[in-house]
């Protein structure tokens, strides 16, 4: 999928709108606004939008966001499915119908409203089990917190992982939301003694191995190569794209296949460092899926970047950490502690990065990886400047 596309597309234009809870405004009013704003940072028009690309989970339709902005004739128009694992994939759909001209200018956005306790999908979840969940909903796998608890609880007896390695995440990323202004965490440092101290929420996972609901949204603008060397802002070239699905996956309870701690990530590196100029050691800064900490050394092993069993040690001696570490992961503060926007705010932080206006920006930074969710059926990009 993913080579046919390399170096074709660009993303011209970010948006996106203050990060929240509580915010008035509706799903599709945020996704209106995040899209203007991208358009505004590209410098074109609304009439040059001819593609709409968004997560099945919107709630604001194609339909309401072409007729609320004033777009023309859409051409090409496209979903992608699995919560958290479609960031990418969505930017990847973009890219390959302007590649393949099914429309000439894309936007991809994502926008959300999951504040409020009772919006999120398995609140009252009793009354409506059905297929797989039906295995494990039951047992007490109420939320997907609880499934990802199960997951590191496994990767912590079998590799030896502890909590201070879950520890070495969450701090790296807060204190890149220290430096960020629109980072929800912006103004809240945290101590690994605070983070040793908080309530579990599925135990080994504590309050701060958990992402931020949030309300809010993002938006990109994708356009071909001839077009976005002539725009406002340098282009930052879509590299490589890819998705991935192995044998015998269950969504979020992937407990029961050959090796459960070999998820989506690893199907789809292997397609997308296979489809890239570039490998693991390129990639000098990173935006990984970050929904709950265990995520990140478990993408650290799919994607390459260390051995299987090797992703919590790779965490030590501040790794992850802006400006000195080996890999700055989440230079933002990722879904734990920038906003949780279905993981779309680490696409915008990619390109920032591939800009040179990150707030944490890594020097000689040309290439970066971003993934979205493990767990579930995922994507991943390769951007470049």
């Known amino acids: 999928m993913a080579s046919g596309i390399r170096d074709q597309t660009a993303i011209v234009g970010i948006g996106q709108t203050a990060f929240g809870?509580?915010?008035?405004?509706?799903?599709?009013?945020?996704?209106?606004?995040?899209?203007?704003?991208?358009?505004?940072?590209?410098?074109?028009?609304?009439?040059?939008?001819?593609?709409?690309?968004?997560?099945?989970?919107?709630?604001?339709?194609?339909?309401?966001?072409?007729?609320?902005?004033?777009?023309?004739?859409?051409?090409?128009?496209?979903?992608?499915?699995?919560?958290?694992?479609?960031?990418?994939?969505?930017?990847a759909h973009a890219a390959m119908a302007v590649a393949t001209g099914q429309c000439n200018t894309a936007v991809a956005w994502r926008a959300r409203k999951r504040a409020d306790a009772g919006s999120r999908p398995w609140a009252q979840v009793s009354q409506r089990i059905s297929g797989f969940q039906s295995w494990s909903r039951p047992f007490g796998l109420l939320r997907p917190v609880d499934e990802i608890a199960m997951l590191a609880r496994r990767y912590m007896h079998e590799t030896g992982a502890t909590r201070d390695h879950f520890a070495n995440v969450a701090l790296a990323f807060r204190g890149h939301a220290n430096r960020n202004p629109n980072a929800m965490m912006q103004a809240k440092e945290l101590t690994r003694e605070a983070y040793m101290k908080s309530r579990w929420i599925s135990e080994p996972l504590c309050l701060f191995d958990n992402c931020l609901e949030t309300d809010g949204a993002l938006a990109v603008v994708i356009t071909g190569a001839d077009r976005a060397r002539d725009l406002r802002s340098s282009p930052v070239w879509i590299h490589a794209a890819a998705q991935g699905l192995p044998p015998q996956h269950q969504v979020m309870t992937n407990f029961f296949c050959e090796d459960p701690l070999q998820g989506p990530a690893w199907a789809t590196a292997r397609k997308l460092w296979a489809a890239s100029d570039f490998t693991p050691a390129d990639v000098k800064v990173a935006q990984i899926y970050d929904a709950f900490s265990p995520l990140i050394p478990l993408s650290l092993e799919g994607y390459g970047f260390c051995g299987r069993g090797e992703g919590a040690a790779f965490t030590e001696d501040g790794a992850l950490e802006w400006p000195h570490g080996r890999l700055p992961t989440n230079t933002s503060g990722g879904g734990m502690s920038e906003a949780y926007v279905h993981g779309f705010n680490l696409i915008l932080e990619g390109v920032r990065q591939m800009r040179g206006t990150s707030t944490a920006q890594v020097e000689n930074a040309d290439v970066c990886l971003v993934t979205s969710g493990e767990g579930v059926p995922t994507s991943a990009l390769l951007l470049r400047n």
């Open 21 to 91: 809870k509580g915010l008035e405004d509706s799903e599709l009013s945020l996704a209106c606004q995040a899209i203007r704003a991208a358009l505004d940072d590209a410098g074109m028009a609304a009439a040059e939008v001819d593609g709409l690309s968004l997560f099945s989970m919107e709630d604001g339709r194609e339909v309401e966001v072409a007729r609320n902005l004033g777009f023309g004739d859409i051409h090409y128009f496209g979903q992608v499915g699995y919560g958290g694992g479609a960031g990418c994939g969505v930017i």
